[in-house]
């Protein structure tokens, strides 16, 4: 598997230069939801990079074994739950042009409470769709989750089924802040998504390592007991607790973020 990615330079040069990313890093239990546009552009710079490498390594990976997912396919619809400023989008539709060079068209719905993060999003992915020649359809959602209630909101708007839904470091803060009151939020994210997910599709599940603090429990952890309740199957997974991930950029050399992930299916 492919460990150490270089962010591309129009990229580099776009949130760098262009949307004025810097490069900070946060302390662990975070919760991004809260912060402001400086501190949204803190993220540009620092975890954004990290997700594009995670998205290109993890799916890379798998699409080299397996590419039925997308093989001979013009047009691809992803759903990303928490997509903060959307680096993993730009790594996840790099990787699926890569193993398919007849996809012409990605529609993507992305879903965020923050709206500093969504709007440099957006403004991330209008680019790389001129970048990269890939037709990208973005509809934002703007909209925070606050509890139960609003999850089931969630589910009567997002009427599409996806060929691959993904949620990268998101689900962490709704543990953190306890959303789903004492539920697993792993389990119960997953439970209203399952239903949206095409029959081949797949749902890729990225998160952070840490012992949460509110729950007292280890988030892989979670994460697992999160996939065990329902009606699904994991066809990939990271080895070990976690997997380092490097990516190289102006700003920082070899910047490592270690992450569990699952890619799970019905
Ligand atoms: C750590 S960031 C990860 C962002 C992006 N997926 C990435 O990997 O770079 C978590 C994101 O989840 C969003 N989020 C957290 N809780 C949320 C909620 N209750 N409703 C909607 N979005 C939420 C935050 O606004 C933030 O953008």
Redesign the pocket.
Known sequence: METHVTLPKWLDDYIFNELGAKYCRSNSD????DWDKSDMLN?LGT??PR?YAEACCILGDYLEADNCLIRGKEAISLF?F???????IVGIVSQLKKHNERLKEVHVHA????HD?LRLCESVLNTFSQKSGIDIKISPIA????DFYDMSVLNKVLQNEYDVII????IC??VT?E?FEKDNAYGHIIKTLLPKLKQKGIMLLVDVTSYNDVTKEWLPKMMDAGIKNNPCRIVHKNEGYNQPLYITHSHKASDVSKVAWRIITH
């Open positions: 975070m919760t991004v939801i993220y975890y954004f997700s990303d928490g997509c903060g400023t959307g680096g993993e879903l965020d409470g923050n993060a909209y925070t989750i606050e949620s990268f470091k998101a803060e709704f802040k959303r």
